[in-house]
Structures are given as C-alpha cells and as structure tokens.
C-alpha cells in the first residue's frame, strides 16, 4: 500500500500515519505522499509544504529513517484546462503501480484526491493495477455529497470516481463518524508511549475547546482499519455514482462503464482504536518496530 495524507490539515492524518507504520504485521507501506489543502488563509502550495512537515515531524518521534519514501505532492488543484499537476508523489504512484506484483497496490487516500487523480489522468492503464481507499464525501443517501476532502478538488473527486479504478468509499457522517475519542482516553491509552504519544495526545487537546463530554472523531482511522481487518469497516457493493457539478451524486447512465466500487456504511470504533492503542504500548516498549516496508 501507499498512503496519500493531507497531514497537516487537521489532527486525525496523524494518527492514521502512525497507525499504517505500527502495523507492519498486517500491511506492506510502501511510502506516504504528502497531499495539499487550503485552510485558514493558506494556499494549496503552503498546505502541500506543511503537510510533508508533517510527515517527517511523526517519523522523528517514531525514529523512523524516511529514506526516499516521502513524497510531495500536488502543489495546486485540478481545473478542467489542467486534469493533471506534475508531481513527485504521482509520479510515484504511477511507477510502484506498474511494477510487477502479486496483487493490486493499495491506495489509502484520506484528503482531496488531486495527487491520485493525476496520477490515474497521466496513466489510465494504472486503474486496473490499483485499487482505491478513499475517506471522503458523504454517503450516497444524502442530499448532498459536499465534505472537505471532496470540495477541496471536485474536479479530481470526479475523475477517480469516473476512472474504473476499484474504488472503496468510506464517507464521513454514518460511517468514520463513528470513529470519536477523547482527550481522558488519549491520556489514558497514548500519552504514555514515548514522545509519539505525547505529541497525538497534544495536537488533540489544542485543536478544540476542551470540556466535560468533549469528543471528536478521527476519521483517517476508518481508511488504515479497513485495510489492517476488512471486518471493521463494513460495506456493501453498490452502483458507483456520478459526482455533479453542484456535489451531489447521481445514478449513472445505463450505458456508464461498470467497474467495482463499494461504499462503508458503519465503522467499528472499538477494535480500531483498542489495535491502535495496543500497537503503540508495544512499541513504546520495545517489542516493535516501526516503519516502511523493504
């Protein structure tokens, strides 16, 4: 797998990065891409710079040597006079999926879909060698499929969606919604381990209000559970919808490509967060290691 994070957008990337490293039992990283934003003020150029800050901030305090496994994304969204942006993360992406492997590579993208998206525009014949993990939009009941990683690059949203690359979708509210926490529970289980799990714990804390019933969900998590056990995110297969210009989706034409694409509907919480908490106690106690596969 490859993992594509918006790392500095908010505080649940971080958690996920963390999660993917630990968990060499169950999946081969291959490398992290940093992916842009835009928030508060900055450009996608700044979000894609801090994002990649990010990402070595969490390999220090995981002593994880990054090697040539980081990659930086996009520097700009997709417009329709630009369906691809020139990268070193899609470029990436394009080579490790068409080397010869036993099985598809997995993508883990859990902000806006622009480094995937140029990838799959620069190199349609990707799509049959990779199969999509996106946490993003919202499910297709809703009136409106409008969230922060799908607005943030619409135009890239609708080119995966329309790739025929296997595609799972984990939306946001009903499915990683699930996913909440609190900052006594991160003390409780994180805080002790290392300087890892006091930096998790204090980018929680600071991010909100902190009050007596104050929880917030960590939805990145929701895309490294699925991968590690299929069994705590649960799915069905569906009809791939269409994304309109006004994000909202759309049954497609009878005569639209059929490719497979299958949506969450429910995350369980518990063993997700009970595998992420166990990983990092063993690791802060030595009887793991963390880092990239070889």
Same mark, same amino acid.
């Given at each position: 797998?490859?993992?594509?994070?918006?790392?500095?957008?908010?505080?649940?990337?971080?958690?996920?990065?963390?999660?993917?490293?630990?968990?060499?039992?169950?999946?081969?990283?291959?490398?992290?891409?940093?992916?842009?934003?835009?928030?508060?003020?900055?450009?996608?150029?700044?979000?894609?710079?801090?994002?990649?800050?990010?990402?070595?901030?969490?390999?220090?305090?995981?002593?994880?040597?990054?090697?040539?496994?980081?990659?930086?994304?996009?520097?700009?969204?997709?417009?329709?006079?630009?369906?691809?942006?020139?990268?070193?993360?899609?470029?990436?992406?394009? =080579?490790?999926?068409?080397?010869? /492997?036993?099985?598809? $590579?997995?993508?883990?993208? &859990?902000? %806006?879909?622009?480094?995937?998206? *140029?990838?799959?525009?620069?190199?349609?014949?990707?799509?049959?060698?990779?199969?999509?993990?996106?946490?993003?939009?919202?499910? =297709?009941?809703?009136?409106?499929? /409008?969230?922060?990683? $799908?607005?943030?690059?619409? &135009?890239? %949203?609708?080119?995966?969606?329309? *790739?025929?690359?296997?595609?799972?979708?984990?939306?946001?509210?009903?499915?990683?919604?699930?996913?909440?926490?609190?900052?006594?529970?991160?003390?409780?289980?994180? /805080?002790?381990?290392?300087?890892?799990?006091?930096?998790?714990?204090?980018?929680?804390?600071?991010?909100?209000?902190?009050?007596?019933?104050?929880?917030?969900?960590?939805?990145?998590?929701?895309?490294?559970?699925?991968?590690?056990?299929?069994?705590?995110?649960?799915? /069905?297969?569906?009809?791939?919808?269409?994304?309109?210009?006004?994000?909202?989706?759309?049954?497609?034409?009878?005569?639209?490509?059929?490719?497979?694409?299958?949506?969450?509907?429910?995350?369980?919480?518990?063993?997700?967060?009970?595998?992420?908490?166990?990983?990092?106690?063993?690791?802060?106690?030595?009887?793991?290691?963390?880092?990239?596969?070889?």
């Amino acid at each position: 797998m490859v993992l594509d994070t918006d790392t500095a957008n908010e505080i649940d990337d971080q958690f996920a990065v963390v999660h993917a490293l630990l968990s060499q039992d169950r999946l081969q990283l291959e490398a992290i891409y940093a992916t842009l934003f835009m928030r508060q003020g900055n450009s996608p150029a700044e979000g894609v710079t801090e994002s990649e800050a990010e990402i070595y901030r969490l390999l220090e305090r995981l002593n994880v040597d990054p090697g040539n496994r980081v990659m930086r994304g996009a520097d700009r969204f997709l417009s329709d006079d630009h369906p691809s942006v020139k990268n070193a993360a899609s470029d990436d992406l394009i =080579q490790r999926a068409m080397e010869p /492997r036993d099985g598809p $590579l997995f993508v883990a993208a &859990i902000g %806006a879909l622009t480094n995937v998206a *140029s990838a799959l525009n620069d190199a349609p014949q990707i799509a049959r060698r990779i199969v999509i993990v996106w946490l993003g939009g919202q499910p =297709q009941h809703r009136d409106d499929a /409008r969230e922060f990683n $799908l607005y943030q690059d619409p &135009i890239a %949203a609708r080119a995966v969606f329309d *790739s025929g690359a296997p595609l799972i979708h984990i939306p946001c509210y009903g499915a990683a919604s699930h996913l909440l926490t609190s900052t006594a529970e991160l003390d409780a289980y994180i /805080r002790p381990q290392g300087p890892i799990g006091e930096y998790l714990c204090d980018i929680f804390r600071d991010h909100n209000e902190q009050y007596p019933g104050r929880s917030k969900e960590i939805w990145d998590l929701s895309a490294i559970g699925y991968l590690i056990a299929e069994a705590w995110v649960q799915t /069905r297969s569906t009809v791939r919808p269409m994304l309109t210009n006004d994000m909202t989706w759309a049954v497609p034409p009878d005569d639209a490509p059929h490719a497979p694409f299958t949506e969450a509907h429910y995350v369980r919480r518990d063993p997700i967060f009970n595998d992420l908490f166990t990983k990092l106690a063993e690791f802060h106690a030595g009887t793991r290691s963390a880092g990239f596969a070889t």
